[in-house]
């Protein structure tokens, strides 16, 4: 079994749609939740990181993270075409200095006009 | 300089070539890391430091790779021998100081085919 998992798509919906994008971990230990975004071709895009657990907010974008269940959530309100990509979730622990990042395999979202 | 660069943008060796990989990190950054993205866009961790020093090698095949952050120069990832599993995307990422567990910012990677 993956320390995370992600479903991997792909996710289809319509401008304006409000999208969510999840991932599941295994590792307790996890405290820092990272999302990225990644174009075709090109590298991930920080997007937001989060904390141990709630929620942050970034213009149209939220991200939540529920440590009790291992869940953590994307949330991109008002979707654009332009929000086409590879969404990547990512986490990493804190302990004896260990900062990796572990992947999600990605979701790929297309918003259609 | 404001983004991580990394050169070339592709590769092409034959099996048991070898292969030089190349990552400026942002200025002012401290850490850099080593990541092979495979298909199916599995991240898969390599080594990391802390200046020029190796902070995290676990992921590393010792065997065939290698990887040095000198001062005032590139940081640089070696693989001997390549092999047909090598085949990947490399990115290299950098991390200000103190922040490395939550803001890693990606180069655009290196696209590395073996035949």
């Known amino acids: 079994q993956k320390e995370v998992e992600q479903d991997p798509g792909p996710l289809s919906v319509p401008e304006g749609a409000i999208v969510s994008l999840n991932c599941t971990y295994s590792?307790?230990?996890?405290?820092?939740f990272m999302w990225y975004r990644q174009y075709s071709r090109k590298g991930p895009e920080l997007l937001m990181y989060?904390?141990?657990?709630g929620n942050k907010e970034d213009g149209r974008f939220t991200a939540q993270v529920d440590k009790s269940s291992k869940y953590i959530s994307l949330f991109i309100r008002d979707s654009q075409p332009s929000d086409s990509a590879t969404y990547l979730c990512?986490?990493?622990?804190?302990?004896?200095?260990?900062?990796?990042?572990?992947f999600g395999a990605g979701t790929r979202l297309a918003v259609h006009p | 300089g404001e983004e991580v660069a990394q050169t070339p943008k592709h590769l092409v060796r034959g099996e048991g070539q070898k292969a030089k990989l190349y990552c400026a990190p942002i200025?002012?950054?401290?850490?850099v890391f080593w990541y092979q993205q495979v298909l199916k866009n599995e991240f898969k961790f390599l080594i990391s430091?802390?200046?020029?020093?190796?902070?995290?090698e676990t992921g590393m095949p010792k065997e065939r790779f290698s990887a040095k952050c000198l001062p005032n120069s590139p940081c640089s990832l070696e693989i001997q021998a390549t092999k047909l599993e090598d085949s990947a995307v490399y990115f290299c990422?950098?991390?200000?100081?103190?922040?490395?567990?939550?803001?890693?910012?990606f180069g655009p990677g290196t696209r590395l085919t073996v035949t």
């Open positions: 590792n307790s230990a996890f405290q820092y």
């Open positions: 990512a986490m990493s622990a804190r302990s004896g200095g260990y900062n990796k990042l572990i």
């Open positions: 989060t904390y141990s657990s």
């Open positions: 990422a950098s991390s200000p100081p103190g922040r490395a567990d939550y803001e890693q910012y």
């Open positions: 430091f802390q200046n020029e020093n190796v902070f995290d």
């Open positions: 200025k002012g950054h401290s850490y």
